[in-house]
């Protein structure tokens, strides 16, 4: 059986998922213990935010105790306004800890930020601020739970309403390109009206990542992670555990092709 190298230089995409990106940090630190040097990352909400941490020179390990910590929920803040349910605290020393940089040019990764322009209704793509903390959490605000944020006269809330999966953005980069998608395909048949509309939204989600899935050089999922619950703190060592395994088996299984 014929060795291959996996590719020593990457660009990474990652999806939005909110807790579920315990999962992502899972792969990336498969990929720094194989000594992957990522070049490139585009995210979305909680991929944003991985992805802005890992740009300013954190490894995996860092970013996963800081998220699991009780200081890191101090972010979220209970504001239940007729708009919205929750704010997140912008000033929050926590954010600070994984978030060190002021502006995108400073990073040691090229970093690539989707957010959704409410007025515009559309996708608006950061890669050049000198606030990248305000464009990351903006990126972090689903809407209509968190608080939009206002930047530069613009009204912001959650990349993943537009574009949950920004792989295009990496094209640029002439690098091979991993995507790690928190939104695995369901594939049992929903039994109550909320896990219709659940279904309804994610199916929608998923005839996008049918096309943008056939863009990456390696693909990163599972469907155990319909397991995982978006909004809690309960399974983020599962899902880290289970992005560690995903991602070696990747590497073992080119390696070995």
Known sequence: MENNQFPREIALCLSGGAARGAYQLGV?????????QIKAISGTSIGALIGASVACGKSAKEIFEVIKSKEFRSVFKYRFFKSYVFELNHSAEVI??????????????ALNVCVCDVVKESALYVDDSDDLKEIVLASC??????????????????????DNFPVEQLQKYGLPIIGVNLYPRMKHVPSSLFS???WVVHTAWQSR???KEK???FYVSNEQLNSVKVFSFKDLDRAYSLG????QHLIDEYTNS
């Open 244 to 247: 560690k395994v995903d991602m």
């Open 28 to 36: 990336i630190s498969v990929l720094e213990e194989n000594n992957i």
């Open 196 to 198: 219709w509309l659940k």
């Open 215 to 217: 863009l990456c050089d």
């Open 141 to 162: 605000s689903i809407a209509p739970l968190f608080k939009p944020v206002v930047y530069k006269g613009k009204t912001l809330v959650d990349g993943g309403i537009v």
């Open 209 to 211: 990542y049918h096309q």
């Open 96 to 109: 600070n800890k994984i978030i060190g940089i002021t502006a995108f040019s400073e990073l040691c990764i």
